[in-house]
């Protein structure tokens, strides 16, 4: 009988009778706090086990280029289309051909060649102090260089990526002379240097310090969950041109990923309508596939016509709106 179990036990440990399951390894610049509940589920409703490491996305990706064949990353999820675009460049992401992913994430917020995939929306908008502006004087982000803004514009600092992607699609739609002209017209109108992220950007409209600035829509949802009578509110700009910008959170399966099949799983099911509408909605943002809709407090902000440039191209021009930003002046 001894005899027996040991025997047992000794083929067991050779070979497993039980496959073992799949696993994931995640690099994520999405916080930790927005992830989890979402893996937590996929691994209970799969039994794949998911392991995850979270830093900010420069990090990771030179993290990435370091490590190369030896990473133990198969996804790399993190925000804004420019950074996705980046780690894309420096060939840390490989092509996967996914018809699940071509249905659920529409064609301008992924990446042409299959390398990454936008998972969540956020707009970047404008915000305004209901105390101090009328909704109707707000038109356009190009408006926002007018004369009559003139001391009433807060902005945050121009090395965030998201300010970049937004002065990348400025260049896409007007060229770089008329985005400078812009962007310098934006610099003059400033009441206050850049702040260092939206928050606090939007706390100087609190304040006083001034009436207006662009932020992402969650921190204003963040805001507004904290205070419902909040004296600021979002408008959306360009409706009557280009329409409002949105970039994406996303994600993409790694160059040397050791279980490419199962990241790619895991990246079809982020995307899918099982999936979409809490992982936009933990952090306030719009799912990207068009089945699924955005929770009820993000929806009451209304809905919008968004702008449709690939946003590939907020990688592409990235350089171009550093330099430009730099030359205007914007901090
Ligand atoms: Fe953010």
Redesign the pocket.
């Known amino acids: 009988m001894r005899k027996l179990f040991l025997g047992v036990l000794f083929c067991s440990l050779l070979a497993p009778v039980v496959a073992p399951a799949d696993e994931v390894v995640v690099y994520s610049s999405r916080k930790e706090h927005l992830i989890k509940p979402l893996f937590d589920r996929y691994t209970r409703e799969t039994g794949v086990k998911i392991t995850w490491l979270t830093d900010k996305a420069g990090p990771l990706i030179q993290r990435l280029k370091a490590e190369g064949r030896r990473t133990p990353a198969d996804l790399l999820l993190t925000?804004d289309a420019g950074n996705l675009w980046a780690a894309a460049e420096q060939g840390v992401l490989r092509a996967i051909d996914s018809p699940v992913l071509e249905r659920d994430v529409p064609a301008h917020l992924r990446d042409p060649e299959g390398r990454w995939f936008g998972l969540s929306k956020r707009a970047r908008t404008i915000v305004y102090s209901t105390e101090r502006v009328r909704p109707s004087e707000i038109t356009t982000y190009e408006d926002l260089a007018a004369p009559k803004w003139k001391g009433r514009l807060c902005l945050r600092t121009s090395k965030k990526v998201?300010n970049q992607s937004l002065v990348a699609s400025l260049i896409a739609h007007h060229g770089e002379a008329e985005a400078e002209r812009i962007v310098r017209g934006w610099v003059a109108n400033l009441a206050a240097p850049p702040f260092s992220n939206?928050t606090k950007t939007m706390q100087a409209i609190l304040a006083g310090r001034c009436d207006l600035a662009i932020v992402?829509t969650?921190?204003f949802g963040r805001l507004q969950k904290k205070n419902p009578d909040i004296a600021l509110a979002l408008a959306w700009p360009n409706q009557q041109g280009n329409g409002v910008h949105v970039n994406v959170s996303g994600g993409g399966v790694t160059a040397h990923a050791k279980h490419p099949e199962a990241a790619q799983r895991l990246l079809e099911w982020l995307a899918s309508e099982a999936a979409q509408h809490d992982f936009a909605a933990i952090n306030l943002e719009y799912p990207v596939n068009p089945r699924v809709e955005a929770a009820d407090a993000v929806r009451a902000w209304g809905a919008f016509k968004e702008d449709s440039l690939d946003v590939a191209e907020y990688g592409r021009l990235q350089a171009a709106a550093i330099r430009l930003m730099d030359r205007a002046g914007y901090r």
């Open positions: 925000v998201y939206d992402n969650y921190y």
